[in-house]
């Protein structure tokens, strides 16, 4: 017992010591031989013949403005660098590169070796695109006048049971002031109704009226902007054309309000 | 008994105006009501087929009379009879069959304890549904014991079945100083085509149709007093105008509306030669207007800058107007004279209130209001418009709205979502007996007429 595990620790010990030494170096190789001499008879250099540019191309040649073209090339022989002006810059000896001008172009490769420098050029022709489809026609004319008044015009909101226009129902008609006036330009034979509706708390035959007269109030600070009162008819629903019908405050006040819809 | 409604008196102190629970109209006059019992009447050969729906109708009305103590079916004697001759005369007797129905004391002692006992049978006779109806005082202190022997003719189907039923139940109501509410109209707005359109129907619910066909938005109906026509509103001409129906035939009448951006809330004249509604004509919407049944010679009666609505006219004095107005702040009732002058608040100006009708009487209204709950919680409470002291009818069970007297006087219409969703339910004028008579799709705002 006692001797196992004395061998054990010293077999430890050993593996230790061996791990340590491998983390300070890598065991290391026996050294490579030396290398052999050079031959003492000089050599002369053969003479360095200039890089072969084996290809340099444009793929197609012609193209319309806002399409591309590809440059091909291929260089051979011994080269230092290979360059392409007219900003593509330092490429590899063999590649290929997109390019769009916009006007025509004739692009230089220069690939320069010991033995001088060879240069190859390739043109891109660029022609005038085809005139460009006429334009869509002007959203006016095909967008409907309740879309219109859905995404350009907004509700006013009122208290319960008041029909007195609030702050942020002045500026939401303040704001509805140009939107209506652009749309009836836009639409000259239409009219826009001005629809009143209430919560549905009250009595319906109550908030009939007070539908009324939140429909009036909107028209009115509408008119004193500006917005012909001619184009504007009101009329109220009260409590009968509700757009929610939860019982609570949030849905209660979606519904006070004066909405913009079509005219008859 | 002569006098089925009347208001009992009650102190007037101060405390009353608000915690008044003492007065009332009260359908009965009797401390006990009579006790009433009937049988389920047999048919002979194809009347039988009917004999369901004939026993419930008559037990339902005379029971819906609200006036009796119906003592239930399961206290009976196991026999019933089905014409005078099946009584033996208890005294000729020497040992009456006590207990088995064929003495009339086993009727008059308990367990049924009956004051009266209808009775009868039917047979389908060449074609004619025949009720051979009798009602009996069963009270051993009564000499004459029969009240009503009578027969009853209809068509052999159910509809013929209910009508002899219908008809046996209003002479045994007048018998006892009532009034049958059956052969009298209620008029309502029904959602259930997807539009609102008026309806009309039987005060129990029955033989439910269509009256208008506008595919629009309609509300709001009124009968005339002699029940041949009908006024409403209705967006069916792109703006909220008043249309004017005769309901027999069914024939737009063409009522003139004034050009306002509102015409709304017609009810009739006592006379039925006018109209009473609420314009926004030459001004912000409302004023009160009567014209003629025509639309012409219209005039103002209110000069309000609020918003003032439902106009309702005194069936008995014909001077006298209640309608609803926000001038003080939330909708209230007022009264006034038809020349617009001797404005009075009604309600005390809590709380919201709104669709005053009159009794018949012209003394008292009923009105829904929120007094007591929030705000779009309505509730029918019935008010004497000299003292102005009021009791509540319904009691926060859902939303209680446009309730409309019978001609009765006794019964009164008026539409609930207490079962969910707007129905038009019935109750006697204390309250009690609720019932609901409409079941498809979303009805409201019904109107009793003849």
Known sequence: MFNKRKF?????????????????KKAAPPPPPPPPERPAEVVKPPVAAAPVVSQFAAEPE???????STLRWEVTGDSTSVSINQGVGVVQKTGNQRVNPSDSTTYTLTATGPGGDTTASATVSVSAPPPPPPPPPPPTATVTLDKRLESDVQDAYFDYDKSEIRSDSRDALTKDVAALKNILGD???ATIVVEGHCDERGSAEYNLGLGDRRASAAKEFLQQLGVPPDRLKTISYGKERPQCSEQNESC???NRRAHFAPGQ | MKKLVWFASASLGAWLVLTAQDFGITVSKNREKPKIGIPDFRGAAEAQGFMGAFNQTLWDDVNGAGLFDMVAKTSYPTFAPQQPSDFQASASSAQPARGGGRSMTDWSSPPPQLDYLAFGYTAAQNGVFVLSGWF????????????????YLGTVDEAGARKTAHEFAADIIAALGGKSIFGSHVYFVSKRTGNKEIWAMDPDGKNQRQITHFNSTTVQPAVSPDGSKIAFTSWAKVYPGIFIFSVDPVRDLRYYNQSASVNETPSFTPDGKQIVYASSAGGRCCRIFIAGLDGKGLRPISSSSAIEVEPKINPKTGSEIVFVSGRSGPQQIYKMNMDGADVERLTPGNGE????????DGQFIAFAWTQGYATGNFNIFTMDVVSHKYIQLTHSEGRNENPSWAPDGVHLVFMSNRSGRKQIWSMLADGNQPQQLTTQGENESPAWGK
């Open chain 2, 136 to 151: 009996y005082d069963v009270r051993p202190t009564v000499s004459n014991h029969q009240v009503i022997g009578k027969r």
């Open chain 1, 252 to 254: 209660w006040q979606r």
């Open chain 1, 8 to 24: 054990t620790i010293v077999w430890m010990a050993v593996m230790l010591t061996m791990f340590a030494a491998g983390c300070k």
């Open chain 1, 187 to 189: 639409f000259p034979n």
């Open chain 1, 62 to 68: 012609s193209i319309q403005r806002g399409q591309t």
């Open chain 2, 353 to 360: 209130a709104s669709n005053p009708c009159w009794h018949p």
